[in-house]
DNA sequence: GCTATAAATGGAAATGATTTTCATTAACAG
DNA sequence: CTGTTAATGAAAATCATTTCCATTTATAGC
C-alpha cells in the first residue's frame, strides 16, 4: 500500500518496469521498509518489518528481492564481519546519501559519515580516473571502510 | 618443517609465543603457505595447499589459526563477495605490502594496487586524523575497495 | 630428558545464512 | 477478461564456518 503520497507511481517504479521486473506488493514494502530505514537491516531484519506488517510475504521473497535491488544498483549491500549481510539503500532516502564506514572491530557498532574533508571527494575522483586508465577498469562504485576502537570500546579497556 | 633458513626461528615466532600461543607444525605450515601465496586465499584454498604435505591437518585448524592471525593482525581477512573470506598476510611477504583492492562485480577478478596516487596516502592520514578525533574512535586499518568491470568483461559486453 | 598440565587438534556433528526447487499464485499485455 | 510468464512461499538443500569432545602435543618445571 506504501505509494508514497499522492503523485502517482513512485520514484522506482519506472526503473522496475524499465527493467522487465513486475511491480508487486512485496517488493513495495521491501522498498518501503529500506526507504524508511534508521540502520543497517540484514535480510532478517527487514523480514521481520514486513512481516509485521504482511505476513504473507516469505523471508525467500526478501532475498529475491534484495539480490535485484543490488543488482540494480539501488542498495548497497555490505559485510561487517559479523555474519550476515547488511543492505542499505543507494537513493532516495536520507540514509542513502553516499557515505562511509567507520567499524569497531570490538563491539561491530557502525558509524555512517558523510563529512568528508574537502579533498575527499576530489582525490578519490582522482583515484578512481588513475586507476580506470592503468587498469582499464570501468569504476561504478568504492566501499571503504575504517576499522578501529570506538568511543565505548576504549574505555572499557 | 619450513623454518624460513637458518638464522633460528621466524619472524613471528615471537609474536606468537608473546600472545602466549604455543608454536606448532599445524601453524607452520599455514603461515608458510600464506607466506608464499601469489593470491588471495581462502580458507579450502588454504587447507587444499597444507593437506598436499601435511595430511593429517585438518581443516578446522586452518579456521582455528586463521582466526588468530586475523586477531594478532598479521593476516587481513577479506569479503569479496563470493561467499567466502579471503586471507592475506598482512607482513613479512611481498604480497603483504599495503595496498587496495579493484573488484569485477562481474567476474570477481581481483587485481591488488600499491602505486597509489602521491596524494592518496597523506590524505588517508589526513581522513583518519579527522575522523578519529570527530568521533573519538581509534582507527587501526582500512579496507578501500573499488567495484566495476575489468578489462575484458568490459569488451564482453 | 621426563612429566604434568593445559593448549591444540581432528573429525564429526551442528549451525545458520543464503539458495534452490517446485507447485501455486498473481501481474499485466493484449 | 484471459493467457502467458514472472513471482512467490514453504520446505529442502547448500555450504562456509563453528562447536563439541575425546585424543594428542607443546612446553614449563623438574
Ligand atoms: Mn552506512
Ligand atoms: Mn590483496
Ligand atoms: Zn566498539
Ligand atoms: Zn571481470
Redesign the pocket.
Same mark, same amino acid.
Given at each position: 500500500m506504501p505509494r508514497g503520497n499522492g503523485q502517482g507511481p513512485v520514484w522506482w517504479?519506472g526503473r522496475? &518496469?524499465g527493467c =522487465? $521486473?513486475?511491480? !508487486?506488493? =512485496?517488493?513495495e514494502v /521491501?522498498l518501503d521498509v529500506l526507504t524508511k530505514a534508521d540502520r543497517h537491516l540484514?535480510?532478517?531484519d527487514i523480514y521481520m518489518k514486513v512481516h509485521a506488517a $504482511?505476513? *504473507? /510475504?516469505?523471508? !525467500? !521473497? /526478501? $532475498?529475491? !528481492?534484495?539480490? /535485484?535491488l543490488v543488482n540494480m544498483g539501488l542498495v548497497f &549491500?555490505f559485510?561487517f564481519g559479523d555474519?550476515? *549481510?547488511?543492505y542499505e539503500l543507494a537513493e532516495g532516502s536520507n540514509r542513502s546519501t553516499h557515505h562511509h564506514h567507520l567499524i569497531c572491530t570490538n563491539c561491530k557498532r557502525v558509524v555512517d559519515y558523510t563529512d568528508f574533508i574537502d579533498d575527499e571527494i576530489e582525490l578519490l575522483h582522482k583515484t578512481e580516473k588513475g586507476l580506470s586508465d592503468k587498469y582499464n577498469f570501468t569504476i561504478t562504485n568504492h566501499l571503504i571502510q575504517f576499522y578501529g576502537l570506538c568511543d565505548k570500546c576504549k574505555k572499557r579497556k
Open positions: 517504479h522496475f &518496469k =522487465g $521486473y513486475r511491480i !508487486t506488493v =512485496g517488493r /521491501i540484514s535480510a532478517e $504482511y505476513p *504473507a /510475504i516469505g523471508l !525467500t !521473497t /526478501i $532475498y529475491r !528481492t534484495l539480490e /535485484i &549491500k559485510d555474519g550476515r *549481510a547488511r
